[in-house]
């Protein structure tokens, strides 16, 4: 039995016996036992692990440092456990530093920087060290030395889990062949079952780092991966965060964290791509949000049926007659030159009379004063009443409701009956004739089921049909028409006590068209240097990369990668072998779990030439598919990161560059199909045009016809001929497609070469090559000459042009 258990007869004792039972832990002890969930569930997991949080650390240290990386991992067998050591030629870390890196979690220089890094959290060195202890029982053994420092230091450690603290054992200086740099070496209860994913993460982590070299020894084995450029990747800045994209919560706590008093300060000081006039939209639309918009209505012209020169003098008093009539007159006259007329626009026309009435007049016109004159000519304006106590709801002269008529006569059908249109719009007008406030202010939700009740009603009574396309149009036209309050937004510490408010500036955020945040904080490896890493380490036909424009998630930038190679020597049996990265960090587990695999699998690739059985999954063939996505906050489905979480917007992305770099792949499949196709036709020609050629001069009693002219005019080919008569050598270019051909000849002669009329000439080990560069237009020819002496062996070279393009006779 519990104690839980024993203490429910005694209810006064419960609740103190449950609160003495609640304790804190620390997040050491927390990963202690749930150690899976950092990627150490199993001996041999745990050892690619290991490596990968060691190397990511390595190549992080030494890109800051502007290092080139080189990284050396060893695994020794020994026996009970295997040892894994890594090193590397950063630059080190210092002595106070070196111990909580190692071993305290959650330690690290990189969670609240908004910039691409492998690492964030700080967990994952610690975690590896955490590992090893716990199944070794064997401390780490880190050697690090900064540049500069006449010896290194040495540390033997483990990690506290009861306070999440290092435990040092061993604390003292040593030296080391190494200038600058870092090394650790881990214990632990290991086996090397996953070797082949072992050796994924290496040469997968050069194909994405082609500046890095890296040095992998096993118990029986030893690879060298090379790097392929001196180019480190870009420096990264940190930025603020982009509007589009952050959650409520983070923003409230923005907004209790920020030194501005203004929404406008707090969106230019706080967010990325926010300048003055950007700040002024959002605003804008918190207001329509926050405020709602007024409803603007056709300004009626004084006298027809409106005096609101009378209305307003009926409703000023006290001021001198004078006074009065230039005030009323004046807002009469200022109302009749504007087209529509909102409430606002009516208060900002009295206050701008008022104020020169007051300086002609020495008159105040206080705000008592203004107030009475705004309704008064508003009512004289809109004069919505219900008279009848319908629910409908009436428009007391038509004219609200005739203006209705207008906008949605526009924006429905034209099948639509005038009678219905005219019942629609009368029940409307008379919604707002309902409406509490009477400036005619309202957010697009009241608005939209104000047009649902007045259609509900007209297909009730008048056995119409309003559908949800309808309804939306006649709300788009209303909303449209209404217009943004110059109601002042509230200030800053206003919103921090206000859900709603706060919420409302989110969404006015997220649907401002706001510039896409800047790339400075991301370290895209780039097209070229995706294809340098792909050849590297992938022997094949084609390569082609495609780098994505910035995206947002979550307020977060991020920028999508595609890598494709096919053919060569790359294994045309089974499916296509997919390689996933994150911040230029290799994913080899939970594949199935991944956005990225789920977006490959969802594309056609039959559309692009490969093999794909059922028309979904992943394609079979000789072809590797890559896709790098970097971020400064990458969404991973768990904290081991071996899976990119199913994000939309990222999604979308990963899959708009893999179709870029699959349209590549598709015109080179395309092409090399053409190519076979002239090959096919080309040797069929060869076949049957010679005996055709001996039959007709055996006929005719001539000599036999030169086959390879007339097989190049046939192909559409690019005919090149050589003729040498009396030391006279002509090279004739003969352009028989439908497109300008850049030929490139070299001719190799045995002996000197004279009269080359400007072509390039190199002597070499008694041969002379003459070189000629030519653009051919269509249906032309060039020639090329030079003369030599005596009798000499020659050896045409065209490069340029395809094989299957060209016919060469010399």
Known sequence: MTSFQSSLGDESAIAEELAESQQAISIAEFFEKNKHMLGFDSGARGLVTAVKEAVDNALDAAEEAGILPDIYVEIQDEGQYYRLIVEDNGPGITKESLPKVFGKLLYGSRFHVREQNRGQQGIGISAAVLYSQLTSGKPAKITSRTQGSPDAQYYELIVDTDENEPEISVDRETTWDRPHGTRIELEMEANMRARSQLHDYIKHTAVVNPHARIELVEPNDHFKFERATDQLPEETEEI??????????????????????????????????????????VIDNFRDRHYGREMSWSAPVSGEDVDVAGAVTDATANKGAQATADFATAVAAAIDDVDRVA???????????????????????????????????????????????????????????????????????????????????????????????PRHRLNRTRLRSHVDRAADMTEERDDASFGDTARENVTDA??????????????????TDDRDASS???????????????????????????????????????????TRDAGVSAGDPFIVEAGIAYGGELEAEGTADVLRFANRVPLVYQRGACATTDVVKSIGWRNYGLDQPGGSGLPNGPAVIMVHVASTNVPFTSESKDAVANVPEIEDEIELAIREAARELKRYLNKRRSMQQRREKRNKLGTILPEMAEKLATVTGREPLDIDD???????????????????????????????????????VTAEPRKTNGAQVIEMDGEWFVKWSETVSSGDEATFEYDVDGEAEFDLDVSGIEEELLTVDA
């Open 240 to 281: 603020r965060p982009h509007p589009h994209g952050v959650e409520l919560g983070t923003v409230i706590k923005m907004l209790d964290g920020t030194d501005s008093h203004s929404i406008s300060g707090f969106l230019q000081n706080e967010f990325t791509r926010v300048g003055k006039k950007t700040a002024e939209s």
């Open 343 to 437: 409430h606002h626009d009516v208060e900002r026309i009295v206050d701008d009379v008022a104020d020169g009435v007051e300086d002609d007049h020495g008159t105040t016109f206080g705000v008592t004063v203004r107030e009475n004159a705004v309704e008064a000519a508003w009512t004289e304006l809109v004069p919505i009443a219900d008279p009848d106590g319908d629910e409908e709801g009436a428009a007391e002269d038509g004219r609200i409701a005739a203006d209705l008529y207008r906008l949605v006569d526009g924006a429905t059908s034209s099948r639509k009956d005038d009678a219905v249109l005219d019942a629609f719009a009368s029940r409307l007008a008379g919604k707002f004739a309902d409406e509490d406030d």
């Open 710 to 748: 007339s097989i190049a005019r046939i192909m559409n080919n690019v005919l090149v001929e050589r003729s040498v008569e009396g030391g006279s050598v002509t090279i004739t270019v003969e352009n028989n497609s439908s497109s300008n051909a850049d030929v490139e000849l070299t001719d190799i």
């Open 504 to 546: 409302d500036l989110v969404e006015a955020m997220r649907e401002t068209d706001i510039m896409a945040p800047p790339t400075r904080c991301l370290s895209p490896i780039t097209d070229d240097l995706i294809e340098a890493g792909l050849k590297k380490e992938f022997d094949a036909d084609f390569y082609a990369a495609a």
């Open 478 to 495: 209303l909303w449209d028409r209404m217009r943004t309050v110059p109601d002042d937004p509230p200030l800053v510490r206003e919103l």
